[in-house]
C-alpha cells in the first residue's frame, strides 16, 4: 500500500513539472510575456557595456570640391618629400671647443637615380647629411652641387628607384597673385605636413646668402612655413612644383604669414649645372667694379682682357703727370673717373643698382651677346659684348 502511494506522489509530480515547463516554453497568452522575455528585459547588458555600431566607412563623396584638391595634391606628392637631418660642428665657449649641432629641413626628390633638391642653407657647413624618405628609410647624402647667390644644392643617396617618388616641375613664369598653393614640408620635425594658401605677391626681392647678392623674382605666400619647412616644396593645385619654400619673414621665428618660395623655373635653369659641375657657370661681363650715381653706374674697373675691355668699354682714364719741386721732379699718376663710361641698361632694360647689373647679367650664358647701354661723354650709345664664364 506504501509503495502505490510512493508511485502516485512520482506521477503526480512529474505532471506538475511538465506542466510548469510548458508554461515557460510555450507561448504566452495575448499580451502577455514569457519568462524567458522577462528574464531578458530585466538582466540586459548596461548600455556602456555593448559595442558600438563601426563608423561608415570614408566617402569622398561626402568631401568638398575644395577638399578633394587638397586630398589630390598630397597623396600626389607626399611621397616626394624627404626629411632632411645635418650634423655640423659649431665652436662655443671661452676655450673655443667645438661642439655638435643638429640642423633640419626639407628636400624633394628630383628623379629616380636619387637626386634631391634643397636650400643651400638647410646643408651650409654641415658635416654629414642624412636624408630620410617618407617609408622612413635614411640614408646618407653625397652633396653634388651648391649656388649661394640663388640658396639651392643637390643632394645625392643610394636608395632603390622603386622607393623614390620623383616631383613633377611645373611653371613660375605664368603665376597670379591670389593663386591657391600647397607647402608640404617638416616643420618642428613633423614629417610631410602639408600647409595651404594663397600667392600673396611677385618678384620680391631678398638677400641672397651669398654677400652684396639679392635673390630675383622670389614668391611671397601666405602659407604656414616654419623653421623644417626650408627645401620642401610649393605646389599649384595640379601638384606641380612651382617653387622650393626657402624663407619666413618673422620676428618670433615661426610663421606670420608671411613665407618666401624660389621660383621653380629659377631652379630648372640652374640644377643640372649643379648636376654637372658643382657649380653653376654664369656669364661674365668682365667689369670688376663699378659706382652707384644718381645718372647710372659708373665703371671703376674693368677686368684686364674681359669681355667689357675686347668690347671697347671705358673705365676711368690713368695720366702719369709730373711736377717740379725744386730740383726735384716728382711723378704721380692723375685718375679721371669723369672718364669713364657710364652705363644705364643692358638688352634694353634700365639698370640702377649693382644687383641689376649682375641679374641682368648672369642671367646669361658664356658665349652670349649682351647689349649694354652706356652714355659716354654726353652721348647714349649701345656696345655689344661677348660674355665669358665665370670662371
Do not use: W
Not at 522577462?38 to 569622398?60: F, M, N
Not at 605646389?235 to 618666401?260: C, H, K, P, V, W
Request: aromatic content about 4%.
Amino acid at each position: 500500500m506504501v509503495q502505490r502511494q510512493v508511485f502516485l506522489l512520482c506521477v503526480l509530480s512529474a505532471l506538475v513539472g511538465a506542466s510548469a515547463a510548458l508554461y515557460v516554453t510555450g507561448e504566452p497568452e495575448p499580451g502577455r510575456m514569457t519568462v524567458a522575455q522577462e528574464l531578458g528585459q530585466t538582466r540586459s547588458a548596461p548600455a556602456s557595456l555593448v559595442p558600438a555600431a563601426p563608423p561608415p566607412a570614408p566617402d569622398h563623396k561626402d568631401l568638398t570640391e575644395e577638399e578633394l584638391v587638397h586630398v589630390r595634391v598630397y597623396e600626389a606628392v607626399n611621397r616626394s618629400v624627404v626629411n632632411i637631418s645635418t650634423l655640423s660642428l659649431q665652436t662655443n665657449g671661452l676655450f673655443m671647443f667645438e661642439v655638435p649641432a643638429e640642423g633640419a629641413g626639407s628636400g624633394v626628390v628630383i628623379d629616380k637615380q636619387g637626386r634631391i633638391v634643397t636650400n643651400f642653407h638647410v646643408i651650409e657647413d654641415a658635416r654629414q647629411v642624412q636624408v630620410t624618405l617618407f617609408d622612413g628609410t635614411s640614408y646618407d647624402a653625397e652633396l653634388l652641387g651648391i649656388d649661394q647667390n640663388t640658396d639651392v644644392a643637390v643632394l645625392q643617396i643610394k636608395a632603390p628607384s622603386e622607393s623614390l617618388f620623383p616631383v613633377v616641375f611645373g611653371d613660375s613664369s605664368n603665376l597670379l597673385v591670389g593663386q591657391r598653393v600647397y607647402a608640404i614640408g617638416n616643420p618642428f620635425g613633423l614629417e610631410r605636413t602639408l600647409s595651404t594658401g594663397i600667392i600673396a605677391s611677385l618678384n620680391r626681392r631678398l638677400p641672397s646668402p651669398m654677400r652684396d647678392r639679392r635673390m630675383e623674382h622670389m614668391i611671397q605666400i601666405d602659407a604656414d612655413i616654419n623653421p623644417g619647412n626650408s627645401g620642401g616644396p610649393l605646389l599649384d593645385t595640379s601638384g606641380r612644383m612651382i617653387g622650393i619654400n626657402q624663407a619666413i619673414a618673422s620676428r618670433t621665428q615661426e610663421s606670420a604669414g608671411i613665407g618666401f618660395a624660389i621660383p621653380i623655373n629659377t631652379v630648372a635653369r640652374i640644377v643640372p649645372q649643379l648636376i654637372q659641375n658643382g657649380r653653376v657657370v654664369r656669364g661674365d661681363i668682365g667689369i670688376v667694379s663699378v659706382s652707384p650715381t644718381p645718372h647710372g653706374l659708373r665703371i671703376v674697373q674693368l677686368a684686364q682682357g674681359g669681355a667689357a675691355e675686347r668690347a671697347g668699354l671705358r673705365g676711368p682714364k690713368f695720366e702719369r703727370r709730373q711736377r717740379r719741386q725744386g730740383p726735384i721732379v716728382f711723378e704721380y699718376t692723375e685718375v679721371d673717373r669723369t672718364a669713364a663710361d657710364l652705363i644705364v641698361g643692358v638688352d634694353g632694360t634700365p639698370v640702377k643698382t649693382v644687383e641689376e647689373l649682375l641679374a641682368a647679367v648672369e642671367s646669361h650664358e658664356p658665349g652670349d651677346k649682351v647689349t649694354v647701354h652706356i652714355v659716354r661723354d654726353g652721348r647714349q650709345m649701345a656696345v655689344p659684348v661677348v660674355l665669358d664664364g665665370d670662371d
